[in-house]
């Protein structure tokens, strides 16, 4: 069998702050380990005089007094005995007043009581140490504090829930069955065991490897919804990149006039298609110009436009597809970036001739930026090629991680080369199913090695 990588439970007991900095209403020093109620029984005085250290799990009233008997703060004390806990073992919540100084003095204050200061990350990954949940959930615990819109937020908790851990276990069970009765019989040649490259084998192999490459076609969509995406509208000036920027964005933001050479900088907002977070830039209508600042914006749109994940390329309506338009589709287009042919003004001109253009584009929009006339079908054209063409939903089974993907990658090579040769002796299967059942316990964190967990969890913030 795979050998489980064997992982010590911690002794000794962390502390931190686990608000904000800044000023607050409240702020909260946490601590988590065996010693949490011994050192909060020093600092804390109750007002009714209870001795917590053998107190149930609630929330109690009192002063945090320093060693002199100097009032602190006056707190709620919040006892959560272990397990029922965030970290699985005794954990004591200080709710003092928000501000820094009520919160470092008293996590000075049970620092010299025997706390060590938590690393970034510890109190989940003693969550995940001890059991509670396993990586793919802490990681979501992180992806949950960081959503930047409601639709990452539901992604995020999908994977909190357990829906990708159960998704990679239902994969795992019948590797491990499969492992398990290949080795019996390598082990007792002599026995008469039962045929085990059986052709029902080869189907649920078949099957699982499936299972594994559709999931694979999902990593672009949690990522998406994780870190969103750069979209940079892009065209000759004056065919109403502003004007499609402000309507994008539903607000006045950037300088429209008729003068061909208005927008000189680059212009960034955050805005939200369809739950994918989106970085949406202008740019500098792009030409030859004399000019140096209009220059300057046009060298700027250019690196934009390297960095993107999509273009626009807005066009006119009213103009049939110009020599220079034509240059400028054929530099877009040889970006390697997904470009769309937005043709705007559609006020103007209804029905304009496209023939000219091709099909060389991701996808081609007429739109109005000044009715506001099919920009909800260049909203739903952008988000169905930003997730890469599949309609996918924030709360289905998603990968959300670069390390996931790779480790997926790996089982789903390992279970192809398996089945590739599958009549090959039980000790060629056997050494392909362990690899893929090591792979898939990294992305759980049952195989994941000591020095990626530690990467993994310095990500988080100091005190969750
Ligand atoms: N009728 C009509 N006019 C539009 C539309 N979109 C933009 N315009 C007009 O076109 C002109 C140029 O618009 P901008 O949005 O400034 O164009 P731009 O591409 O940003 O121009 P530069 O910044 O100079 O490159 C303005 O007079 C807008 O009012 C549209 O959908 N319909
Ligand atoms: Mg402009």
Not at 116 to 127: H, Q, S, Y
Not at 171 to 196: G, N, T, Y
Not at 197 to 223: F, H, K, N, W, Y
């Amino acid at each position: 069998m795979t050998p489980p990588v064997t992982r010590t439970t911690p002794e000794d007991t962390i502390a931190a702050v686990s608000t904000p900095p800044g000023e607050g209403a409240i702020g909260i020093v946490r601590l988590s380990g065996p010693d949490a109620l011994r050192i909060a029984a020093v600092v804390f005085h109750s007002s009714s005089g209870l001795d917590i250290r053998t107190a149930r799990s609630r929330i109690y009233h009192g002063e945090i007094r320093a060693d002199d008997g100097e009032p602190l703060d006056e707190v709620l004390l919040h006892i959560m005995r272990a397990p029922h806990s965030y970290t699985r073992e005794d954990v004591v919540e200080v709710n003092a007043h928000g501000g820094a100084g009520p919160l470092q003095a008293i996590l000075e204050l049970v620092l010299r009581k025997g706390a060590r200061l938590a690393e970034p990350g510890e109190f989940t990954k003693r969550a995940f140490l001890n059991g509670r949940i396993d990586l793919v959930q802490a990681e979501a615990v992180i992806d949950r504090i960081r959503a930047r819109t409601r639709a990452g937020l539901r992604a995020a908790n999908a994977a909190a829930s357990g829906a990708l851990s159960q998704a990679i276990a239902s994969m795992r069970e019948p590797l491990l069955q499969a492992l398990a009765r290949i080795e019996a019989s390598v082990d007792f040649p002599e026995e008469d065991l039962p045929e085990l490259v059986t052709p029902e084998l080869q189907t649920t192999l078949t099957t699982i490897a499936a299972r594994m490459e559709t999931l694979l076609q999902t990593s672009d969509a949690g990522r998406l919804y994780r870190e969103g995406a750069a979209v940079t509208i892009a065209g000759r000036p004056n065919v109403g990149k502003s004007s499609l920027f402000n309507a994008l964005l539903r607000d006045a933001r950037a300088i429209v006039t008729a003068r061909p050479g208005t927008t000189r900088d680059l212009l960034e907002e955050i805005i939200t298609i369809q739950g994918i977070p989106v970085r949406l830039s202008d740019t500098a209508g792009l030409r030859h110009s004399d000019d140096e600042v209009e220059r300057i914006g046009v060298d700027i749109a250019r690196s934009a436009l390297g960095a993107a994940d999509a273009v626009l390329f807005v066009v006119e309506a009213t103009d049939p597809a110009t020599p220079e338009d034509e240059t400028l589709a054929a530099d877009l287009l040889a970006l390697e970036v997904p470009v769309f042919l937005v043709i705007n003004k559609t006020d103007l001109n209804p029905a304009p001739a496209l023939g000219g253009w091709g099909d060389r584009f991701s996808a081609t929009c007429l739109v109005s930026a000044q009715s506001g006339d099919g920009l909800h079908e260049l909203e739903a054209a952008l988000a169905k090629q930003l997730l890469g063409g599949v309609s996918m939903n924030p709360s289905d089974v998603l990968l959300n991680r670069v390390h996931q993907r790779d480790s997926l990658r790996r089982a789903h090579q390992a279970l192809t080369h398996l089945l590739a040769d599958f009549g090959a002796s039980p000790e060629f299967l056997s050494i392909d199913l362990r690899d893929a059942l090591a792979a898939l316990g990294e992305i759980t964190g049952e195989s994941t090695a000591e020095d990626v967990l530690d990467r993994i969890f310095a990500s988080f913030c100091i005190g969750k």
